[in-house]
């Protein structure tokens, strides 16, 4: 006798719930519903490209001269760029698109997107979840293939948010404007404090989205809020952006995550750290090449408190980074930690894509204790020579 096909009442419901939930955590953390705009339009990819009526763009809304591109498409005699797949969309004069998105009211959200500019003399590119918004300048092309992933972050006011795109320029031309590919939000954490360290997130683990395939880094704009920051604990008080990078697709001296600095001084973060005022302290972290063919010399300019030092990437010939030091005596209860590039750096392959040094693992600590030069716990090195020479004797 064939074994019944017949289901348990309970498991229907079980699997809805799952997929429920399995579908609030990917709105959470990853790409957003048609965030790669690859969904066939209802009517189809149309030909002209320009978005028919507000829900032209499946998962999205649509205001204004909104076009869905496609890879290889010209404009006269320019290419219009897609970064990633078939589709993007473009934004002409005062256009938008939009989604809601699921989030957690009172939490930290990044938004990672792509962004290409087209014909626009002055191309920017506003995004916002209202009230709060940022005008991102996409002037500046950091690399040669003519695009680049961007992250912005936001304090979450309600459980449902509304996630904006829109060209503030107003062209002659009503189709130029930027273009958008890549959508994604991650819900950010701010780490705790370690005990023998007052930097938060002095290794850069905690940040935006990174797309896996995608291996240009994400760039962080200009940011002076520290409680709503793309890369927790820190902020980029400069006109140009730094490049959060991984150990997928560039050296990092430790852990998954770094920063590399560009744009020489124009590319600063900083952060502000608890000290105690007349106390001494000692700056640590590491400094390296991203392997990038980025043309060297690289150099940082590492400040803390009143004192700044100019500290010049020479590893050994093993290494692909070196440590580094600044000491400091505390003038308050906190104190600016900072770095910059001392040079404009290009790679080598190309000569006009930016790049520069890699900062990491960046560590502040009281001189005082037991250490050793680099942030390690002296008191531990003490401890296991002893227990070793004991084993030794025995």
Known sequence: MG??????????????LLGHLAAQISAEDGPVPNGDFELTPLGGFSNEGIVDGPAGIPNWKANGTVELVESGQKQGGMILIVPQGRHAVRLGNDAEISQQVKVEKGSIYSVTFSAARTCAQLESLNVSVPPASQTIDLQTLYNVQGWD???WAFAAEEDNAMLVFRNPGMEDDPTCGPIIDDVAIKKLF???RPKDNAVINGDFEEGPWM???ISLGVLLPTNLDEETSSLPGWIVESNRAVRYIDSYHYAVPQGKRAIELLSGKEGIISQMVETAPNKPYTLTFSLGHANDKCKQP?????FAGDQAQNVHYAPNSNSTFQAAGVNFTAKAERTRIAFYSVYYNTRTDDMSSLCGPVVDD?????????????????RLAVGLAFWLFVWVLV
């Open 3 to 16: 074994r019944s096909s017949t289901l348990p009442k309970w498991v229907l419901p079980t699997l809805l």
């Open 149 to 151: 992933p961007y992250a």
């Open 190 to 192: 701010t780490p705790d």
């Open 211 to 213: 797309f896996p395939n």
């Open 298 to 302: 690289l150099a940082v300019m590492a």
């Open 362 to 378: 960046v560590r502040v600590w009281f001189s005082g204790s037991w250490r050793n030069g680099f942030g390690g716990s002296g």
